[in-house]
């Protein structure tokens, strides 16, 4: 019998372990190489003091059972017919100046609310409430790449969006704030800008609510690194391998064909095929030369308004499970300087819908400012002490706004953990402490890479930077494509 040929992959997060696993399946050997101790990359969750602080999942898109993304998360293992999902009726909460609405699972209940919050909107909210109802058609396409399709699949995908286009026609050049200004109400101003960061091209937040509201969002019981502990297992039972603490230092390239891996360990993994996960920057800037860098990519490295990136200063607390406003409410605050950016809105989210994140009597809270490139800089330049020092003074400086925003909290926030976007170039090597690709902005193009690169015949890129804006479905789904890619160019069955 031939001997079968190797995929090397680099990484052993979402997209990585999906790429090793969908490798098997085609029948290669396959070998994963992830610099941590565990698997997930961006997707896990960790303990303190006893407590299990969850640092992914807010949305899952692909939990409805029939579309093309939920076959992927079975076949990787991440969901499964019975999974359990958390049992929340609502996206989020705004507050604004004692009044507060809430975007529900329900649309027609949201809409009712929108309109008694705010009558003089009423055209606007009716407006967006059908455009999100359009939005519910922005299914992720997750069956094979772009390139593969074939007439029939542009048919059928167009007759099943048949509305979303007038939704990218109305929200897919304009920015969340610019939307927001089209609303009278202050508070339903807030409410537009409060989820995703205000650059983000609008249509975003309308395909995410959608998500939400359609059923196709759910959060699986258990949190996200138990999700990411599945995928590794099924990884493992069908035969492969994954090596931890085993940081890739370069990629060797010979006579156009990347021959293996060194490790930072000294060593040397032989690879026949290789599909490197991790994050694009330190992949073009340490493992190969920069030349090897796509132009898109390239493009958009350089241009830091119209291709920003999106992280978070994060602190968890633990609090009574008495406490209980609704899952995700943003509320006003002080105005506050994180990073280089000055906040005056941040959200509390309640982890108390799921077992694993209560503990005698408490649950997990977290709250998370959005921070971005310039904010990395602002962290990445303090001397270590004054690192530190920073981050303390926000922890209580925010403590102090939650307490003001929730009485009832007063003594009894435990803190558990903060971090910031350092800790994500730490763990992740993440560019900028991105935990997301580039932000769709109104001034930037959607990023779609098709994987390959000039000059390298065997290596096939995955992860979420070959698609912005990056997040689980594209991670999943890439690590898939690779391996259809793979298959495409051998001329064997893509259908894996
Ligand atoms: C707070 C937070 C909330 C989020 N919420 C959501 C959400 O609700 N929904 C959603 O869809 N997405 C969400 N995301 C984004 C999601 O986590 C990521 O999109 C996804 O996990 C990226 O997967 P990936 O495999 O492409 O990349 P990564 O997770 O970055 O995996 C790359 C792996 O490569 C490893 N690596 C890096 N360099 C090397 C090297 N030199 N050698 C070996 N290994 C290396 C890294 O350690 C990492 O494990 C969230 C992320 C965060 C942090």
Redesign the pocket.
């Known amino acids: 019998m031939d001997k079968k040929e190797k995929v090397v992959i680099?990484?052993?997060?979402?997209?990585?372990?999906?790429a090793g696993i969908y490798a098997l399946k085609a029948g290669f050997d396959a070998e994963i190489?992830?610099?941590?101790a565990i698997?997930?990359?961006?997707?896990i969750g960790w303990n303190r003091k006893g407590y299990h602080i969850d640092?992914?999942?807010?949305?899952?898109?692909g939990t409805k059972k029939g579309t093309d993304l939920y076959e992927v998360w079975k076949a990787t293992g991440a969901l499964t017919d019975e999974t359990e999902y958390a049992k929340l009726d609502s996206f989020y909460t705004s507050t604004y100046d004692g009044k507060s609405v809430t975007l529900w699972n329900d649309l027609e209940k949201t809409q009712k609310e929108l309109i008694a919050a705010s009558p003089e909107d009423e055209e606007e909210i009716k407006k967006f409430i059908q455009y999100v109802e359009y939005s519910k058609q922005c299914l992720f396409p997750a069956d094979k790449p772009m390139e593969m399709w074939k007439i029939a699949d542009y048919i059928s995908v167009g007759k099943n969006m048949a509305d979303f286009p007038k939704v990218l026609k109305e929200f897919g050049k304009i920015s969340l704030e610019e939307y927001s200004k089209r609303f009278r109400s202050p508070l339903l101003r807030k409410m537009i800008c409060d989820y995703l960061p205000k650059e983000y091209c609008a249509y975003s937040f309308l395909v995410s609510y959608a998500t939400m509201a359609d059923g196709n969002?759910g959060?699986p019981m258990g949190a996200?690194l138990q999700m990411s502990l599945r995928m590794e297992k099924k990884f493992k039972e069908m035969g492969g391998k994954i090596f931890y603490n085993?940081?890739?230092?370069k990629i060797v390239v010979e006579n156009r064909k990347a021959t293996g891996l060194q490790?930072?360990n000294g060593s040397f993994v032989q690879a026949d095929l290789m599909i490197p996960?991790?994050?694009t920057y330190?992949?073009f800037h340490?493992?190969l030369p920069a030349s090897y860098m796509p132009a898109e990519l390239k493009k958009a490295y350089s241009d830091e308004k119209a291709y920003p990136v999106t992280?978070?200063f994060?602190i968890a607390f633990a609090v009574s499970t008495s406490f209980n406003r609704g899952e995700t409410i943003f509320i006003d605050i002080d105005e506050l300087k994180v990073g280089k950016r000055t906040a005056d809105r941040m959200y509390v989210k309640a982890y108390g819908y799921d077992p694993i994140f209560v503990k005698d009597g408490k649950q997990v809270i977290q709250t998370?400012i959005t921070q971005s490139d310039d904010d990395f800089d602002y962290w990445k330049r303090l001397p270590e002490e004054e690192y530190r020092a920073a981050k303390e003074k926000l922890v209580e400086e925010i403590s102090v706004r939650i307490e003001t925003a929730f009485p009832e909290l007063k003594g009894d926030l435990e803190f558990l953990d903060c971090w910031t976007p350092l800790t994500?170039e730490r763990?992740?090597?993440?560019y900028h402490g991105s935990?997301?690709?580039f932000v769709t902005t109104p001034f930037g193009k959607q990023l779609k890479m098709k994987g390959k690169l000039k000059g390298i015949d065997n290596l096939y890129l995955?992860?979420?930077?070959t698609n912005s804006p990056?997040?689980?479905?594209?991670?999943?789904a890439?690590?898939k494509f690779a391996v259809q890619r793979i298959l495409k160019a051998r001329r064997k069955d893509i259908n894996i």
């Not at 698997?39 to 997707?43: K, L, Q, T």
């Not at 640092?55 to 898109?61: A, D, G, K, P």
């Not at 995955?462 to 930077?465: D, E, F, S, T, V």
């Not at 990056?470 to 999943?476: E, K, N, R, S």
Request: glycine share 20%.
């Open positions: 680099i990484g052993g997060g979402i997209a990585g372990l999906s190489y992830e610099k941590n698997p997930g990359g961006e997707c640092n992914c999942i807010h949305w899952l898109t969002g959060i996200s085993a940081g890739v230092e490790l930072e996960t991790l994050d330190p992949l340490k493992l992280s978070g994060q998370c994500y763990y992740c090597n993440a935990y997301m690709s995955a992860g979420q930077w990056g997040g689980l479905p594209v991670a999943v890439s690590g």
